[in-house]
Structure formats: C-alpha cells, structure tokens
C-alpha cells in the first residue's frame, strides 16, 4: 500500500479530485487529502473524507498532538504527492517556498519522493510568463508536471488551463510509484 498526499488547492476543477481520490484509494492506497482554505471553498472535507476514510487536513494547527508534528510525518510516511488541481497561487507559492499553509509545508518537508503537479486555472493565468517562470523553476527542482488540456473554461474561455483528464494523472501517478 502507497500513502499519497492529495492537494487540493482552490479551483473549480476541485470537483474531480474526489474522483481520483476514490479511485487511488480503490487500489488500495492510503490517500491524505490535504484541502487549502480556497479549495474547501469548492468542495467539502466531508466529500474526501467519506471517500478515503482518513482525516481530511485543512488547517496547520488543528487537532494538536504534542508527540506528533503532523505536517512532517504526513511528509514523512508520504510514497507520493499530487496536487491535483494546482492553482497559479499553489505554484506560486511552492517555487517561492512559502510554508504558509498545511500543503505548502508539507511539500516543503517532502524528500526524495514524487510531486507531481497538475495545473487548472484560467488560460491567461496558465499562460502569464510568470505562472510559466514557476512551473520551469519547480520542474528544475525535480517536480513532475500534467500538464493542463484545452476546453472550454469556466470562465467561458476556450485555451489551455483545464485539469489534465483523470485517466491521464492516474497513468502518471501509477508510473512514478
């Protein structure tokens, strides 16, 4: 059994994390849904919570265990993270190396394991030179990346941005494990 970290940062294509949390976990993984603050703004800890039967972490300093500093032994047990959808804000952030949130942290802690990182966001936000600077800067750091298909978006826009095909991040998961 592999312990995987799932992100879930704030994007619409939150939704369809669920699924692939279900589907990892069918195969018998232990899935470790991390939600951001924006992602529990477009689906609930319950959803993932009922899916995985494991704790759904939302905030760095809940549920305090003095023997237990969770955001490193969550890294620690970690075989693999995913960040599935990756907001520009995670990507920001994660090639700053800001640790200002349970998942930020926890990939700060992680070594030597698979991060894969799978971007939805708005097209223009996708392409913005800076998003693509933190993309190169994370792929030199040795994270691997799905990249997003094109569709028509949220936001009525047709481009690049949408989440990468579930089928298509399970593939890549299954491949580095």
Sequence with gaps: MNNIILGVTG?????????????????????????????????????????????????MF??????????????????????????ANFIAKAAAGIADDMLTTIILAIRNKPIVVCPAMNTAMYENPITQRNINILKDF??????????????????????ADNDIILDRVRKLL
């Excluded at 699924?19 to 939600?35: F, P, R």
């Design 11 to 59: 994007s619409i294509a939150a939704y369809k994390a669920a699924d692939l949390a279900n589907k990892l976990t069918k195969e018998g993984n232990s899935v470790h849904v991390i939600l951001t603050r924006s992602g529990a703004e477009f689906i609930t800890p319950l959803t993932f919570q009922s899916l995985t039967k494991n704790k759904v972490h939302t905030d």
């Design 62 to 87: 809940a549920d305090y265990i003095p023997s237990e500093i969770k955001h490193i032994s969550l890294a620690q047990k970690a075989d693999l993270a995913l960040i599935a959808p990756a907001s």
């Design 142 to 163: 040795g994270f691997h990346f799905v990249e997003p298909r094109e569709a028509m978006l949220a936001c009525n826009c047709v481009g690049k941005g949408a989440l």
